[in-house]
Structures are given as structure tokens and as C-alpha cells.
């Protein structure tokens, strides 16, 4: 029979994934029936309750279920019984605190013997709630319990059975006519057990047997293990539970059908298994609009916006678009198979043909062919530039702009020289190679200069120098070593990056506008670095929150770019930016240094026109850094990845290569930088 206890210790929320909450029902001064001999022996229905309650959480010690109890000694927590501040009240805040944001996952079982007027009745019953069939306004649920009561059910009918075959007692069924305070206000799926009437002489001495309580507890932790072991199908949209089902394979059979894109959790082993994210569509320069389980829908959705297109998850493929031309047709022999959005998927379909070539509809170029005495009529060459380090890259790279070394009638014979070891100094370099004519930019350690980087001094015919930072970042020695080679050298300084950054700015004379980034982060000034080169602006390193006096002075009457999102550039900057007097403002940012990169391309896309891409590593300064002197005169974009091809990349690349036919990819640092399979992607991508 039903009362109420409360366990006087505090709930712990850190718990497993998969949690039961067992309640040994009644404690302290509330004992429940005393049955057949309890008045006399002082043994009750708390006393045994608890005795089951503390096997259960025995025999799931070892397991992957976190057991807790609401009370683990004969208390009670309240002299009242229900309502607010009661018995019943506080037991369940401390049941619900246990599992509080793992509901899901967690179960509650309610632990009881029975009593009857007659002394002849037995068995074995269980209830949980039913809030559909027997809701009463005298005894209203908690809200959360509403959303278990399917959940509810299957537990009673996964526990009940065992504890019937267990302990051979008569089967008085599964009942949910009975409004339970502990079952309408677990916030979990829950049950209460009734394990015999101790009002039964001979029942009574069973349930007060350890072999009893044992075969009982171990059918209970039966139930709960059995309960699990079923795999649910969700909205990935509303997290709404669709399904649940006792095997893989139907609940997989079931997502599919969904139009939806869903998931597949696996209850026992509490992880995803799978997802029907099969398509995704994209806007070219907003990102991610949704997510679809078929195709259909997502074309169907996609249609609704411009400049849109749906790719394959599983395989990455363009497979419809409204601003991507169908351009790749696949051809056996003479006849049109298909045209394609994509070349990977072109290529894909090709391959398992024979006689099939793949034609660039616009340009009528062969790009692919296994077709007799015919070849492919089109490539892209890939230039890799990389030496071993980064110091030797940067060489490679100026090897790369003056293979002949400085013309004789080239009248800036500069470089620029900057620390290997820290971006701060050298970040807003880029603008500045153009001021000296397309400079190389060279690095060096800080107390030596590299035999490479000296050769490279006298293979191009330097004759001046160009330091950015203080000694402490290219010291006084190597300077020195510079003077002794016969170079002029002057060096831009300030006593923080900030100072060397407006030093820098004052070399650049009048500009155009200006780009305000992070100083405390590479990406985003460097992504601008090729872009500012050309558009003759500045690009002014700020902290996130305070513009210095120097950049306000340097605004007023100025368009300005503010690159990155407000976590390094804050709103409150903005603000000040904004005060000092510009012609023109935006922000161009993204959710990753990929995206921001990708905003700053589609706003400049008309400044950018190149038969040529320059690609680096977003997560490292020095190759990108020394890569900018490559895009000043040839308009190409400079291409910052790591790993895959960001989509927001992938989107600008679609549409560039639309309009510029790219012949070239030139590759800055090793493959430990830009991976092979990297660069066959990016080519497949602008093909």
C-alpha cells in the first residue's frame, strides 16, 4: 500500500546516461501495513520494501544502469503526508532531481506489499498511470508525466511478467486505474510494483524471505534492462519521438519512410545510429537552410529561394541548383546520358560505363574519357610551393614570383622580413608588398638569419630590406647580417603589435579604405591580406572591445570592413567604428574562420578574376602570410581550408569558376599543410 517517505539525502545529477530511481515505498513513521505478524515481529511494509530496494541496486551494481534510492534507511522527511512541503511532494522533487535533463533515460520504480481485508488474497500486481483514461482533476499530474505514458506501459509490461515467473505467485495483472501520487508526478517513466499481500500468512513469510526479495529484485532489474533494448526514431527538427521499436532493423525501415530528416537511437547502448540527413541545401552566401531525408523534398524546398543548392550528404555531391550551371555532360559514344551540377558526380557515373567520356558543355572540353582516340582536352596543373619548414616555403615562394630573380629594370628591389614565430607583426604585410612593387615576404628566426634566406637576398638582387616588429621579434644580429650582405634595411616598430600594425598603415599612404581584424587572431586579417593588395585598403589589427586612437583617425571618411564575428570583434566596437565618420560600413563574418573567409569573397567577388587559385592551410599564419605577394597582380583568391572543403568555400567556388576558367591551383607548403586528397577535391570542384 501507498504512503509517503523522502530520502534526507541530496540528489546527485551527475549520473549515467541510463538511470532507475528506485522508491522503497513508505519509511520512518509511515510503515505501511504491518500485514499478518508485523505488529508482533516489528517488521513491516517499509522494512521489506527497502530490503528489495537495496538488492535491486545490488544486482545492478556492475551494469551500465546508475541506480539511486530515495531513501536508503527507515526515515520519513515530512510529519504531513501530500500537498506542498509533504512527504509525498519532497519524495518526488528529490526522485525527478535525481534524473533532471536525462528523463529520456531514466526510470522510476515504486517498491510495495499489499494488504486486503481477507486473508486469503494473493498475487502480484503493478500500475502505472494512465492520464488519458483516468486523468482527475482532484489529482492533477506533473506535465512531464503526460509525455511517458506510452513509455510508462511498456515498463509495467517488461517488469511484470518476470516477477509473476520469478516468484510463482498468482498473476493479479497490470493496472492503471489507480491515480498513484509517485506515478503522476514522476517526471520518468515509472511504476509501482506490488510483490504480495503480507496480510497472507503464508505470502508474508515468503516476503519477508532473502531469497524472495532476491528473485524479486533480480526480475525487476530484468524489466529494466529489457526495457532499454529498444531503438527510437526522432525528429532531428523538434527532437519529437516518432517510434520505438524492438529492432534495428524496423526502426530503420521506419526512419526512411520519414520525409523528415530523423535519427535512430539505440536506448541500450545510448548513442545515434543513424540519421536520415541524406540532403542539405545550401544558399551560396548564407549557408545551411535545411535538412531533408529525400531528395524531392529537398528540391522542393530548395526551389522556394534563389541561389540555391541541394547536396548529397552520403556523397557529397551538387545534385540540383538554380545558380550552378548543369555544365558536365556524360556521353556514351555519340549519345547525351545526363548532364551533371557536379563533376565528382559526373565522374562517378562515368566510371562504370564504357565507350564514356565527360564534356565542359560551355567550353566543349573533354575532361575525362575511357572512349577510343579520344583524349581529355583540358586539366588543372597543380603547383605545389613548400619547402621543409616554413622559413624555406616562404623561399619557395619567392622563388616562385621572381624565378629570374628581380628584373634589372625593376626599380623597388625590396623584401620584406618578418619573424617566423609570431603572425602579430606581420599580419597586415600584404598591403604593404604592393606599396614596394610586389615584394617577396621572407621570414627568420629571431637571433639568425637562415644560409636559404641570405641566398635568397642575393638570388633576387635585394637591395633593401624592409623589418617589421622590434628586436625582440627580428633582433639587432640579424640585422647586423643584413648590412653585412650590402642591404639598405629600415625597420617598421611599435612598442606593441598595435603600434607596428600603424606603422605599417602609415607606409601605405593614402588608402582606399580600411579593414578592421582581430590582432589577436590570424585568419581573418590574413584572408583580406590579397583583396587589400589590390583594392589599395589598409588593415588595422584592433582588440575586441576598445578602437585606438590611431585607427578612429584613420576611418573618418572611409568605406570599412569589419572581419569576424562579434566573439573578436564586439558590437560595442562596431559601434565605435561606426562613430568615426565612414562613408561605408559592413561586417563581413561567419560562424567559422572558413565562413568569414567566404563572406569577405563574395562581397570582393568582383575584384577577383584569376585563372589561378592560391590555396593554404587555415590553421597556421606563415604560409598564407608569405602566399599574399602571389595574388597581387593576378587578382586570385587565396583559399584558407583544413581538412574537407568548408561548403561556404565550396559555394564561392561554384559560382567563380563559372565565370574564370582556372588553370592553375598553386598549392602553399607540403602535404602535411594542404593534403593531396584536399587539392583533387578543390579541383573537382572548379573543373
Known amino acids: 500500500m501507498l504512503f509517503g517517505v523522502f530520502l534526507f539525502t541530496a540528489p546527485n545529477n551527475s549520473f549515467a546516461e541510463k538511470v532507475l530511481v528506485v522508491d522503497p515505498g513508505h519509511g520512518g513513521r509511515y510503515g505501511g501495513t504491518c500485514g499478518f505478524s508485523g505488529n508482533t515481529t516489528g517488521i513491516c511494509e517499509k ?4 530490503q528489495v530496494a537495496l538488492k535491486l541496486r545490488e544486482v ?4 551500465d544502469i546508475t541506480v539511486h534510492l530515495t531513501r536508503t534507511k527507515d526515515v520519513h522527511f515530512s510529519p504531513y503526508l501530500q500537498n506542498a512541503g ?22 522510476f520504480v515504486s517498491i510495495h506489499h499489499n494488504a486486503a481485508a481477507s486473508p486469503y488474497v494473493t498475487g502480484l500486481e503493478t500500475y502505472y498511470y494512465d492520464g488519458k483514461n483516468h486523468y482527475s482533476k482532484q489529482y492533477p499530474p506533473d506535465p512531464m508525466q503526460l509525455q511517458y505514458l506510452n513509455e510508462s506501459k511498456r515498463f509495467a509490461e517488461e517488469v511484470h511478467p518476470r516477477l509473476v515467473s520469478n516468484l510463482k505467485r498468482p498473476d493479479r495483472k497490470i493496472h492503471n486505474h489507480m491515480s498513484f501520487y509517485v506515478l503522476r508526478n514522476a517526471q520518468m517513466p515509472a511504476i509501482l510494483v506490488e510483490l504480495g499481500f503480507m496480510t497472507n500468512k503464508q505470502e508474508e513469510s515468503l516476503i519477508k524471505s532473502a531469497s524472495y526479495q532476491q528473485k524479486a529484485a533480480e526480475a525487476i532489474a530484468e524489466g529494466v534492462k529489457q526495457y532499454f533494448k529498444v531503438f527510437e526514431v526522432y525528429s532531428v527538427e523538434t527532437d519529437k519521438k516518432l517510434g520505438t521499436f524492438e529492432s534495428k532493423d524496423a526502426a530503420l525501415a521506419f526512419a526512411n519512410k520519414q520525409t523528415q530528416v ?72 555519340n549519345n547525351l546520358q545526363d548532364r551533371y551540377f557536379d563533376y565528382s558526380y559526373a565522374l562517378a557515373q562515368a566510371s562504370n560505363k564504357t565507350n564514356a567520356r565527360i564534356v565542359k558543355k560551355s567550353t566543349g572540353d573533354v575532361l575525362w574519357s575511357n572512349q577510343p582516340n579520344q583524349k581529355v582536352t583540358r586539366t588543372i596543373t597543380t603547383n605545389r610551393i613548400s619547402g ?18 628581380f628584373p634589372a629594370n625593376k626599380e623597388n628591389k625590396t623584401v620584406i622580413l618578418a619573424t617566423a614565430h609570431d603572425f ?33 637576398l642575393i638570388r633576387l638582387g635585394a637591395k633593401k630590406v624592409v623589418i617589421l616588429g622590434g628586436k625582440e621579434a627580428v633582433s639587432v644580429q640579424v640585422q647586423d647580417t643584413l648590412k653585412k650582405l650590402n642591404l639598405e634595411t629600415t625597420r617598421i616598430e611599435g612598442k606593441t603589435r598595435y603600434d607596428t600594425n600603424q606603422a605599417i598603415i602609415k607606409q601605405l599612404g593614402n588608402v582606399n579604405g580600411v579593414f578592421v581584424a582581430s590582432g589577436t587572431s590570424f585568419a581573418d586579417a590574413l584572408s583580406v591580406a590579397p583583396i587589400a593588395a589590390k583594392e589599395g585598403w589598409a588593415i588595422a589589427l584592433s582588440k575586441r572591445d576598445d578602437l585606438t586612437k590611431q585607427t578612429a583617425q584613420l576611418l573618418n571618411g572611409k568605406d570599412v570592413a569589419l572581419v569576424g564575428g562579434t566573439a573578436v570583434l564586439s558590437t560595442e566596437l562596431e559601434k565605435q567604428v561606426k562613430a568615426q565618420g ?22 570582393f567577388k568582383d575584384s577577383l578574376a584569376s585563372t589561378t587559385i592560391n590555396l593554404a592551410t587555415g590553421v597556421n599564419y606563415p604560409d598564407a602570410l608569405t602566399a599574399s605577394p602571389l595574388s597581387i597582380g593576378t587578382n586570385a583568391p587565396l583559399i584558407l581550408i583544413n581538412g574537407d572543403i568548408p561548403k561556404s568555400i565550396e559555394s564561392f567556388l561554384l559560382e567563380y569558376k563559372s565565370i574564370n576558367q582556372i588553370d592553375q591551383i598553386n598549392v602553399i607548403g607540403g ?12 579541383k573537382n570542384v572548379v573543373r
Open 262 to 333: 530523423v535519427r535512430v537511437f539505440d536506448k541500450d547502448k545510448q548513442t545515434d545510429i543513424y540519421i536520415t540527413n541524406n540532403f542539405e541545401v545550401y544558399h551560396k552566401s548564407t549557408g545551411l537552410l535545411g535538412k531533408f531525408a529525400t531528395a524531392e523534398s529537398a528540391i522542393s524546398y530548395a526551389k522556394k529561394w534563389k541561389n540555391t543548392r541541394v547536396t548529397s550528404v552520403e556523397n557529397d555531391w551538387t545534385i540540383w541548383s538554380n545558380y550552378v550551371t548543369a555544365d558536365y555532360e556524360l556521353y556514351v559514344g
Open 47 to 50: 522494512d521489506v520494501n527497502l
Open 582 to 603: 565612414v562613408t561605408k560600413f559592413i561586417r563581413l563574418s561567419g560562424e567559422t574562420r572558413y565562413d568569414t573567409l567566404a563572406s569577405v569573397l563574395w562581397y
Open 60 to 63: 545492478l551494481k556492475n551494469s
Open 388 to 405: 621543409k619548414d616554413r622559413v624555406l616555403t616562404a623561399v619557395a615562394i619567392s622563388k616562385q614570383l621572381y624565378p629570374n630573380g
Open 424 to 456: 602579430a607583426d606581420a599580419l597586415s604585410a600584404g598591403p604593404l608588398a604592393k606599396v614596394y612593387d610586389k615584394a617577396p615576404i621572407l621570414l627568420t628566426r629571431k637571433d639568425k638569419l637562415d644560409t636559404d634566406v641570405k641566398e635568397e
Open 86 to 107: 509533504g512527504d509525498m511532494d519532497l519524495r518526488m522533487k528529490n526522485a525527478n532531481g535525481f534524473v533532471r535533463g536525462n528523463n529520456d533515460n531514466s526510470l
Open 671 to 682: 602535404t602535411g599543410a594542404v593534403e593531396t586528397t584536399v587539392i583533387e577535391s578543390i
